[in-house]
């Protein structure tokens, strides 16, 4: 059976980090990209960053640039976001998706999505 857990989430002040995690099993995560995305309450849900276990790239959105980053355990099929200098603005509950042969540029539609973990940041 193929999962993806997200773990990690919590309640934090504005300025403090929190590291997620999404493990995977039930595939290995050789040939697919993992992304994290957000959905805050009343918003649509929003890419967060994303990371390709082939080569090791990554890419980030705009608003989490220098304060987020991603990084991938492929022995442990465990993927992290290290969230740093988190803003009220971060709450969301946020989801881990894999995509298998995933091209940057092109919409990521994630064949497998994890259940999610809550995020809040109070100010």
């Known amino acids: 059976e193929v999962q993806l857990v997200e773990s990690g989430g919590g309640l934090v002040q504005a300025g403090g980090s929190l590291r997620l995690s999404c493990a995977a099993s039930?595939?290995?995560?050789?040939?697919?990209?993992i992304g994290w995305f957000r959905q805050a309450p009343g918003k649509e849900r929003e890419g967060v960053s994303c990371i390709r276990s082939s080569d090791g790239s990554t890419r980030y959105a705009d608003s989490v640039k220098g304060r987020f980053t991603i990084s991938s355990d492929n022995a442990k099929n465990t993927v992290y976001l290290q969230m740093n200098s988190l803003k009220p603005e971060d709450t969301a509950v946020y989801y881990c998706?894999?995509?298998?042969?995933?091209?940057?540029?092109?919409?990521?539609?994630?064949?497998?999505w994890g259940q999610g973990t809550q995020v809040t940041v109070s100010s």
């Open positions: 998706a894999a995509e298998h042969h995933y091209t940057w540029g092109s919409t990521f539609f994630g064949h497998y």
């Open positions: 039930g595939f290995t995560f050789d040939d697919y990209a």
